[in-house]
């Protein structure tokens, strides 16, 4: 069993069920899933290159081969033709998804130069934290010389509450460092 999950059964499990009141463990918030996602664009010179190379680099940081994305509709400005590749996204779940959170609050955001904690301004209505993050190399799978270029990732955890308030206290004692709040 994946340490932060095991952490989440024995521990964080039963603290919020006496923190928040709750009269069971369904009612408890939990993780349901992580997205990870990237958008390629239309600038790219050699599109198919990109794609493939972006497929294997989230393929090694996920453990999941990722889904194409098409644009919904067509936007000239952009030079987007509607059906048009545009990203990749992958959808986490199980404990590949327990797996990868443990990567991203104990390996990835430490590494981040001057880290004083992720926001806590960045969840949505739904109860689900968005994390954008600036460069996939910060992931110690990926080798810099093997990458054609930085592109940035997107990354959401999605909880089974609706309360945002709920949703922080579990990232809280599952380990996301938020920054500190000013006083």
């Known amino acids: 069993m994946n340490r932060l999950k095991q952490k989440y059964i024995e521990q ?53 081969k990722p889904k194409q994305t098409a644009a919904k509709q067509s936007i000239a400005g952009f030079n987007i ?6 990203g990749l996204t992958v959808t986490l779940r199980g404990d590949r998804m327990w797996e990868f959170f443990d990567k991203l609050v104990s390996i990835v955001l430490p590494r981040f130069k001057d880290f004083q ?5 960045a969840f949505d209505k739904s109860g689900n934290y968005n994390l954008g993050i600036a460069e996939q190399i910060v992931f110690p799978e990926i080798e810099y010389d093997t990458i054609d270029r930085v592109r940035g990732l997107q990354v959401t955890v999605v909880t089974s509450t609706k309360d945002s308030k709920e949703a922080m206290i579990l990232l809280e004692k599952l380990g996301m460092p938020f920054e500190k709040e000013a006083k």
Not at 12 to 18: E, M, R
């Open 81 to 86: 033709r509607q059906g048009e590749p545009v």
């Open 12 to 64: 964080v499990l039963p603290a919020l069920k006496k923190e928040m009141n709750k009269p069971n463990d369904l009612a408890v918030p939990r993780l349901l899933k992580v997205v990870v996602s990237v958008g390629l664009g239309s600038k790219e010179a050699n599109k198919t290159k990109a794609f493939e190379s972006m497929t294997e680099q989230l393929k090694v940081i996920t453990g999941q």
């Open 117 to 121: 904690g992720v926001s806590r301004k």
